[in-house]
């Protein structure tokens, strides 16, 4: 049984295990009057775990099921969006991977990207992606392009438009996810009530896109669906809707009721210190 069927992805995910490990080691070099923070083992644990979602998803027999029905297609969205995205935001490689660099490579890097005139447009669309209404649109309007039929039709005709749609699934996952979990240096713009909007809202989006597939009398996809395992083309569209609704929901659910918990135990009032007593003739007590 052929259970690597893209070794390209194999690859690339080791090269970035190595990559990220890498940039964990301590450096011979220490800034005057400082340490170098550790990355913290639980960041660590999230950033592989993403990893081994994206091998999953794409590497594994899930890949081959995903040749012959849309549920497991789905499945993979889901794991690429859902899982290995907000994972990966949590282990916050990003000076971890920044770190590997010769020195003078980084500093060169940085001012050229922060100074350079010729990538002005750069930083303001960087900017603008980066912010929390931009960054809904392109997760959620990207996950509705690629279920439209003919664009998802097309997906299993070019395989460059299939590694097309799941890059754009992972980056833009992490760019909306970004959003709701505190990554470092990066840090939301969003307080935690409106994270949990954010986050409901972004649940809406997928559920609708559920209840499209669950509640559509023909299928939608009949290029997908091989004929085997036992299912209609009609049936695995509607498990593909259930994958949706159920795992899928999973990772909103757990970010709202966290933030949701947050934002009403910030608004408790804090314990104040009991008031000295005062005697008879209205002086403190000491």
């Given amino acids: 049984m052929d259970l690597l069927r893209e070794p390209s992805i194999l690859v690339t995910v080791l090269v970035a295990a190595m990559w990220y490990w890498r940039g964990t080691r301590p450096s011979r070099l220490r800034a005057l009057g400082g ?30 099921l995903a040749d012959d029905l849309f549920c497991a297609h789905m499945l993979q ?17 990003w000076m971890t991977f920044w770190r590997p660099l ?20 750069l930083r303001r669309t960087a900017t603008f992606i980066a912010a929390p209404v931009p960054a809904w649109l392109l997760f959620n309007v990207d996950l509705g392009i690629w279920h439209v039929p003919a664009a998802y039709d097309l997906t299993l005709r070019n395989g460059v438009v299939h590694y097309a749609e799941h890059i754009s699934f992972l980056f833009l996952g992490m760019l909306f996810w970004i959003q709701l979990i505190d990554s470092p240096p ?17 649940s809406a989006a997928s559920w609708l896109l559920a209840v499209v597939l669950a509640l559509a009398t023909t299928p939608l996809y009949p290029a997908q669906h091989m004929g085997h395992h036992g299912l209609s083309a009609l049936a695995d569209q509607q498990v ?37 007593r005062r005697s008879a003739f209205g002086t403190g007590a000491r």
Avoid: C, N, Q
């Fill in 77 to 93: 969205h889901v794991l690429l969006m859902m899982v290995a995205a907000p994972l990966i935001v949590l282990g916050a490689p």
């Fill in 35 to 64: 340490t170098r923070r550790r990355v913290a083992s639980w960041r660590a644990l999230s950033f592989a775990g993403g990893l081994v979602t994206i091998v999953i998803a794409l590497d594994s027999p899930v890949e081959r």
């Fill in 102 to 121: 010769p020195l003078g490579l980084r500093r060169r890097i940085a001012r050229t990207i922060a100074k350079s005139p010729s990538l002005g447009w």
């Fill in 240 to 276: 593909a809707a259930g994958v949706m609704l159920g795992p899928g929901s999973i990772p909103y659910a757990i970010v709202v009721f966290y933030w949701l918990y947050v934002w009403l135990g910030s608004d408790e009032p804090s314990r104040k210190r009991p008031a000295p």
């Fill in 186 to 202: 990066f840090r939301p713009r969003l307080a935690p009530f409106e994270r949990v909007v954010y986050a409901t809202a972004g």
